[in-house]
């Protein structure tokens, strides 16, 4: 049986062993994983927790979970502090490129050595943020990264991954919190990653302006990038969406050139 399957029986097993008809909310917790293995007559997974962290970042959840969810909400999971989540029923939100937006070009800047040796998708989308500044370019401030695949935890959630920490600072002296969740073509963007986010800004970084950001590698291998906020419901929301494509110098026109510059400024 492979990896994705025994999980996918376990997290099956456990929302069914909580869920009643008509829930919103299925609170569970990691020995619940333990607890489902033996029901099943499975082996326990090595890392626990990889599990949860699966159907939150990565994959979709079972058929049959999603069969039970009433019609524009979806499940998804959530945490509810140390080793302990739930099930809950949100509005479904895809954050996903929007085909319509223009592309910007910008020179390459990432070095060759690193393009060649990355290893994975996102690991290759992080490279070429930080190496061509896509994330100053995209909020108009000069950021720094302090911290890549930030593991910590907030209160009322528990544990948060957060896959690169920026800080900023604009002409006024301004100080930001830029946490960017980064996603490679096949992957979805999760508003729930996005809430976390802005929970380990209010908790860790409270004095900063946060200003949660998501990138994700298109079809083409383009890039775009997303900036969220909050509505007055709390209530992530979409601020902002560029869409940027590296190339060689010699690729970026005048007539290219001519065109940014007419292009109404946010």
Known sequence: MSKQNLYSRIIEDIFFQHYSSGD????????????AAGRLKISLPKNLGDVVYSFRHRNPLPDAIIRVAPAGLSWMIVGKGRAKYAFELKLVSKIQPDSMLPLTKVPDATPGIVARYALTDEQALLAKLRYNRLVDIFTGVTCYSIQNHLRTTARGIG?????????????????YI???QARGKADQIG??????????????????????????????????????????EESIVKLAE?????????????????????????
């Open 24 to 35: 919103s909310v299925v609170p569970f917790e990691r020995d619940d994983i333990a607890r």
């Open 159 to 175: 544990q948060i991954e957060t896959d690169e920490i920026y800080v900023g600072l604009d002409k006024r002296g301004a100080h």
């Open 178 to 180: 830029l946490p960017v």
């Open 191 to 232: 508003v729930v990653q996005i809430e976390q986010d802005l929970a380990l800004c209010r908790e860790k970084f409270s004095q900063l302006v946060a200003r949660p950001i998501a990138a994700q590698f298109m079809d083409d291998n383009n890039i775009a990038l997303f900036e969220f906020g909050t509505d007055a």
């Open 242 to 266: 560029r869409h940027y494509r590296l190339v060689p110098e010699h690729e970026l026109s005048n007539d290219e050139l001519r065109t940014y510059r007419s292009r109404r400024a946010d």
